[in-house]
């Protein structure tokens, strides 16, 4: 059973950085796209970047580009998400999910447990 | 990026009750929309992909169905366990998601 793990929750001041990391466990990792997706208190989800493990770079939003990260450790089968000079709207839950090789399912199917991220 | 509107923004509903949710795109997507379910402080979870196939493990009361701009989810008989949040998402670009559609008890 593949499961993708987070990191524990933070808690940053603002103009700080913080790095999220999410480990796949089981099944394949090279070959998958790891996307990034926040959602602020009460608000809906939004994509900030990905990043497939075997290729090695990364695509992020337009809107996170200035200050997103976003790398993969194949040794370790994890990703991380790196957010520089938080801002107070930063504060959210960070997920990663999965989107599989599969051409046929293009959707994330797979979600990590999400990351809560407090900054203040 | 494309816009995903869905509608409407919550509902109420009562157990056995058949509910329709809608997602529109701001551009034809062709089939490239999917369907998540996001119980209340729970990681969203796939239910519907490329618009109307169902994700394994997923009960056969959700359905989903639509072409180009116009996406419906349909749950036949809402259970217990269906009142959560939904969204859509489309795969044709870069993903976005729509606004999300809460169903809470009536």
């Known amino acids: 059973q593949v499961q993708l793990v987070q990191s524990g929750a933070e808690v940053k001041k603002p103009g700080s950085s913080v790095k999220v990391s999410c480990t796949a466990s089981g099944g394949t990792f090279s070959m998958n796209a790891f996307g990034w997706v926040r959602q602020a208190p009460g608000q809906g989800l939004e994509w900030m970047g990905g990043?497939?493990?075997?290729?090695?770079?990364?695509n992020y939003s337009r809107k996170f580009r200035d200050r997103v990260t976003i790398t993969a450790d194949q040794s370790t089968t994890t990703t991380f998400l790196e957010l520089k000079s938080l801002r107070s709207d930063d504060a959210a839950v960070y997920y990663c999910?999965?989107?599989?090789?599969?051409?046929?399912?293009?959707?994330?199917?797979?979600w990590g447990q999400g990351t809560l991220v407090a900054v203040s | 990026d494309i816009q995903l509107t869905q509608s409407p923004s919550s509902l109420s509903a009562s157990v056995g009750d058949r509910v329709t949710i809608t997602c529109r795109a701001s551009?034809?997507?062709?089939?490239?929309v999917n369907w998540y379910q996001q119980p209340s402080g729970k990681a969203p979870k796939l239910l519907i992909y490329s618009a109307s196939s169902l994700e394994s493990g997923v009960p056969s009361r959700f359905s989903g169905s639509g072409v180009g701009t116009d996406f419906t989810l349909t749950i036949r008989s809402l259970q217990p366990e269906d009142f959560a949040t939904y969204f859509c998402?489309?795969?044709?670009?870069?993903?976005?998601f729509g606004g999300g559609t809460t169903v809470e008890m009536k």
């Open positions: 551009q034809n997507i062709k089939t490239s």
């Open positions: 990043i497939i493990p075997f290729f090695g770079t990364p």
């Open positions: 998402q489309q795969s044709f670009g870069v993903p976005t």
């Open positions: 999910a999965r989107v599989p090789p599969d051409a046929d399912k293009p959707a994330f199917d797979l």
